[in-house]
C-alpha cells in the first residue's frame, strides 16, 4: 500500500512537471527572443525533476526538454531552422541529446550529494548551477562537433577559432541563463528537500 501510495506520488509529480516543460516550451515563455538573442528557461523544470526524482527521471525531463528545442526548430527559431535545414538528424541530435545528459547529470549530482549531510546543503545551488552550464557546455560542444565545418557556421565564426567563437556565441544570453537558473532554481530546490520529506519522498531516491 505505501509502496504504491510513492509510486502515485512520482507519477504525479512526473506528469506535473511535463505539464509545465509543455506549457513553457510549445509558448513563447520558455524560448525568449530579444531580438536576436534567444533564451531559455526550460533547464529549471528539468533541473526540478532531477533534484526531486533523481537522475533516470532528470534524464526523461530533458528528453521532454529536447524535443520542444527541436519543435522551435520548425519556424519558431531562426538559428534552429537554419541548421534544420543544413541537417535534420545533426539537428534532432543537437536539441535531443545534450538536454537529456544534462538532466541525468544533474540528477546524478544532486543524488550523490543528498548522501553526506553537509554537502546535502549545497546540493541545491550545485544542481541549479550546474543545469544551466552544463545545458551550455554540452550544446555547443554537439554543436561543434557537428555543424563546425558548415558554411553557416562558418560565416558566424567570421575567421575566429572554436574557443573564441564560443565565448562570443555564449556571450550575454548565456551568462543570464546561468544567473536565472541559479537563483530561482536554489530557492525552489532548497524548498524541494524539505518538501521529498514531507510527502514520503525523502532520502535518495532512485
Request: aromatic share 14%.
Amino acid at each position: 500500500m505505501a509502496r504504491n501510495n510513492v509510486k502515485t506520488k512520482k507519477l504525479t509529480i512526473y506528469a506535473m512537471i511535463v505539464a509545465i516543460e509543455l506549457l513553457l516550451g510549445l509558448t513563447v515563455l520558455g524560448y525568449i527572443k530579444i531580438g536576436v538573442v534567444e533564451l531559455t528557461i526550460m533547464q529549471l523544470p528539468v533541473i526540478i525533476g532531477g533534484v526531486l526524482l533523481g537522475p533516470w527521471a532528470g534524464a526523461f525531463f530533458g528528453g521532454v526538454f529536447g524535443l520542444t528545442s527541436f519543435y522551435q526548430c520548425f519556424g519558431m527559431s531562426a538559428f534552429g531552422a537554419t541548421l534544420l535545414g543544413i541537417n535534420p538528424f545533426y539537428t534532432f541530435i543537437l536539441c535531443f541529446f545534450p538536454r537529456l545528459i544534462m538532466g541525468f547529470l544533474v540528477g546524478l549530482i544532486s543524488q550523490q550529494m543528498s548522501r553526506n549531510i553537509t554537502a546535502k546543503k549545497f546540493a541545491p545551488f550545485v544542481a541549479s548551477l550546474s543545469g544551466a552550464l552544463l545545458n551550455t557546455i554540452l550544446f555547443c560542444v554537439t554543436l561543434i562537433l557537428l555543424f563546425w565545418n558548415t558554411e553557416y557556421i562558418q560565416s558566424l565564426a567570421s575567421g575566429l577559432p572554436v574557443f573564441p567563437f564560443l565565448a562570443a556565441f555564449v556571450g550575454v544570453n548565456g551568462l543570464i541563463e546561468a544567473a536565472v537558473c541559479f537563483v530561482i532554481g536554489s530557492a525552489v530546490c532548497k524548498a524541494l528537500y524539505v518538501f521529498k520529506e514531507k510527502i514520503g519522498l525523502g532520502g535518495v531516491i532512485k
